[in-house]
């Protein structure tokens, strides 16, 4: 860590506190502890640390016990709250959020990875890497090495260690063996279908963590009639589409059927929008302690000389995305493209752009690119929509992201 923070653990252990304490001074920290939770709050009161971190099962005070005291007092306001324990069950996790700890790391823990792990924690970013950001089917090759050719995967991770995740198209390969390469068991997921199209879901029988026993997943998206998420999943994997039955999974594994709503997910409130595709097609905000998401895929924004065009719609869609710190918007099409797509449920750089600037938005991710476009001409949708924004005086600024890429919000 490069900046030395103030750790006080409360174990019961007293093996665990020498651990944590030597690998927390190592790194430079300031460390006091106790072994005793009920002198722990007059302790923490008078050093005011950065960061407490609390096991649950102890005598006098448990944790979750002593969590929920610290919250009360007015002057820990801005201490972090970290729940290190041998407890794996999502009962435990999700009662130490309702309490008000900023995140639950299981033990044992990783004299490499706890650092790390607690610096995230501390500057409370969240971590958004785009792991394909192609529309309708892969393309590899040389033509699409800059941008990548796999088809929608997006994830969203928190410090506290919850991981969001944004589709499952041909990308969530290459997040699923991230994930199993981390190590950081059990997980805990939630995934976010905009809607059943194949290229945004077929690949999910790939995501390694369904099949690991102790995984947590909540799968979410809309049904479409009597066709529920639960069903459209289990029907790709059905034996005949795939070869492995959903019933493999040993993952605790719960599907949701979405409409348009609000939810809330521990710190996490995420509302859905019904999207203008062929379809029931859910587009996703996210907000998170004054910072917020958008992913809007996919969907077709109308000329506004079109007969389509719906001026309700647009306002709405507006609403629904205005002053988001990140917008992730299909702009399929270049504007020359489009004209000749009309009505086949996908955007030009061109209306996106304008949409994204009447919202006021902070960044806007141009995404769900057409399989037909070279890297080329995905860049040459940046500098259409770069340009447009210089000309209105836009303090949006637009990216077209990279597979893989990584950015911080």
């Keep these: ?27 430079g920290h300031a460390v006091k502890s106790t072994t ?66 900023d995140a639950y790391i299981v033990k044992p823990v990783s004299a490499t990875d706890l ?8 500057e409370d970013r969240m971590e958004l890497v785009f792991w394909g950001v192609r529309g309708t089917l892969p393309v590899p090759g040389k033509k699409t090495v800059t941008y990548g050719g796999n088809t929608s995967c997006v994830s969203l991770r928190f410090a506290n260690g919850q991981v969001f995740i944004f ?18 068991a059990p997980l805990n997921v939630n995934i976010f279908i905009s809607h059943p199209h194949w290229d945004h879901i077929n690949a999910l029988p790939f995501f390694s963590p369904l099949y690991d026993k102790g995984n947590e997943l909540d799968v979410f998206g809309p049904a479409h009639g009597d066709t529920s998420v639960k069903d459209i999943i289990f029907g790709q994997m059905d034996g005949v589409h795939f070869p492995i039955k959903a019933k493999a999974f ?26 203008n595709h062929p379809g029931y097609c859910l587009g996703y905000r996210l907000d998170y302690k004054g910072r917020s998401v958008c992913y809007i895929t996919d969907n077709e924004l109308y000329p506004k000389d079109s007969p389509y065009f719906n001026v309700t719609y647009e306002e709405k ?39 994204a600037d009447s919202a006021g938005v902070r960044t806007l991710y141009l995404f769900h690119h057409d399989p037909d476009q070279t890297d080329t001409e995905i860049e040459e949708k940046v500098t ?17 992201p ?4 990584i950015f911080t919000i």
């Design 402 to 405: 990279r597979e893989k890429e």
């Design 167 to 184: 589709d499952a198209g041909s990308g969530i390969k290459e997040l699923s063996d991230f994930l199993v390469e981390e190590k950081q």
């Design 115 to 122: 650092p790390q792990r607690l610096q995230r924690i501390l």
């Design 250 to 275: 040993s993952a605790n594994v719960r599907f949701h059927n979405l409409k348009e709503e609000t939810l809330s997910i521990d710190q996490v409130t995420i509302r859905t929008m019904l999207l």
């Design 36 to 101: 005793s939770s009920s002198n722990a709050l007059r302790q923490i009161l008078q050093w005011k640390p950065d960061c407490v971190l609390l096991d649950i099962m102890m005598p006098d005070i448990d944790g979750l016990e002593l969590c929920k005291m610290l919250r009360r007092q007015p002057t820990l306001a801005d201490t972090k709250i970290v729940m290190v324990t041998g407890k794996t069950y999502e009962i435990d996790r999700s009662r130490a959020f309702t309490l008000g700890a």
């Design 1 to 27: 860590m490069t900046k030395a923070n103030r750790f006080y653990i409360v174990d019961d252990d007293p093996i665990t506190v020498e651990l944590l304490t030597r690998i927390l001074e190592l790194e």
């Design 384 to 400: 259409v929509s770069q340009k447009l924004l210089k000309e209105s005086q836009s303090t949006t600024r637009c990216i077209a």
């Design 317 to 355: 869609l507006i609403r629904f995305i205005q002053g988001a710190d990140a917008l992730i918007m299909d702009s399929t099409y270049l504007e020359e493209e489009y004209a000749s797509r009309i009505t086949w449920g996908h955007s030009s750089v061109n209306r996106v752009t304008e949409i």
